[in-house]
């Protein structure tokens, strides 16, 4: 899946036939893209901005996720409803808060008084919640029904990375770039779970439950400060300074990124070209490119 600035795209290789040599035809299907940002100054807004931008990639995550599901299978009988992918975005979203915001302060709070200190309290929360975090990765990364999505993920880099440097979109060309960019969602995750430990220091150590409420509630915040840290870094990220800063995302990326083959590239390829279709037309080069953003 590639998003641009006004529209987004799904690439999806469609089932081999039986009998049929080769890989399955990609099926592209690109839709329009009118973003909250467009309709509201304050969506506009450091901070609710990057909020904003989360809640529409889970949309159009979701929207893509249904396509490629539903295009694996054979009968229209069969196809996933939209109610069936909302219900397990709810339960994923819920899981993940429990386990990454919940879990975190609600073992750090056994031991509250042993610690003594509201400083300790966050500290160990915070590595407490890092440690949940590294740890999810590394299971997730030996489960082998999920190195085919991890090698679709790498191959997405790879063209992203290709295309930033004004280089031919073909699979060979995109093989030469590196599976791992800097706007990746692995690295925003990991850059939320730092950023937590700074946003909720201040709040002390009141009631467990207070404690509690405040994880839930401040998830928004973090996630829209550390889009704005994201974007900071990919507008900075050839200082050095910066590339050291946000190196520890960019290994995380070896956990959820695979070397994909050529069939993949040319997937992503083809999603990428839809996008370009809407938003640069003719042979445009990438400086004509200003404010167009397409992330992985």
């Known amino acids: 899946m590639m998003r641009g600035v ?3 795209a799904v690439a999806v290789r469609k089932p081999v036939d039986r009998g049929a040599a080769g890989p399955g035809a990609i099926d592209v299907r690109s839709f329009p893209l009118v973003s909250f940002a467009k309709r509201r100054r304050i969506f506009r807004w450091p901070v609710v901005r990057g909020v904003v931008a989360l809640v529409e ?8 996720l249904g396509i490629s599901a539903n295009a694996q299978l054979p009968e229209a009988d069969q196809q996933i409803s939209s109610g069936a992918w909302v219900g ?3 339960v994923a979203i ?16 056994l031991i509250k008084h042993q610690l003594g200190s509201s400083v ?14 590294l740890g999810y990765l590394v299971a997730l990364s030996r489960v082998p029904d999920l190195r085919r999505v991890f090698q679709y993920h790498g191959a997405e880099h790879k063209v992203i990375s290709c295309f930033e440097a004004e280089d031919q979109l073909t699979p060979e060309r995109a093989r030469l770039y590196s ?15 730092i ?3 700074f946003v909720f220091a201040p709040i002390g150590l009141p009631a467990w439950w207070i404690l509690v409420l405040t994880r839930i509630l401040g998830v928004p915040v973090i996630a829209g400060l550390s889009f704005e840290v994201i974007k900071w870094a990919g507008r900075n990220r050839s200082r050095r300074w910066v590339q050291a800063l946000m190196s520890p995302g960019l290994q995380l990326q070896k956990l959820t990124t695979r070397e ?9 390829i083809a999603a990428l070209q839809a996008v370009l279709a809407v938003e640069r037309p003719g042979e445009a080069s990438a400086e004509d490119m200003v404010g167009v953003e397409v992330v992985a």
């Not at 929360?125 to 949940?132: K, N, S, W, Y």
């Not at 599976?179 to 779970?193: A, E, K, Y």
Request: with cysteine; aromatic share 10%; charged share 10%.
């Open 6 to 8: 006004s529209t987004w």
């Open 57 to 64: 990639s889970l949309g159009i995550g979701l929207r893509a």
């Open 88 to 90: 397990t975005l709810v």
């Open 94 to 109: 819920a899981v993940a808060i429990g386990l990454f915001f919940v879990v975190p302060v609600g073992v750090t709070s």
């Open 120 to 133: 300790l309290f966050w500290a160990v929360e915070g590595v407490l919640r890092t440690a949940i975090f």
């Open 179 to 193: 599976r791992l960019h800097p706007r990746c969602g692995t690295s925003f995750l990991l850059i939320v779970m």
């Open 195 to 197: 950023m937590a430990i």
């Open 260 to 268: 994909p083959d050529s069939d993949q590239l040319a997937v992503s």
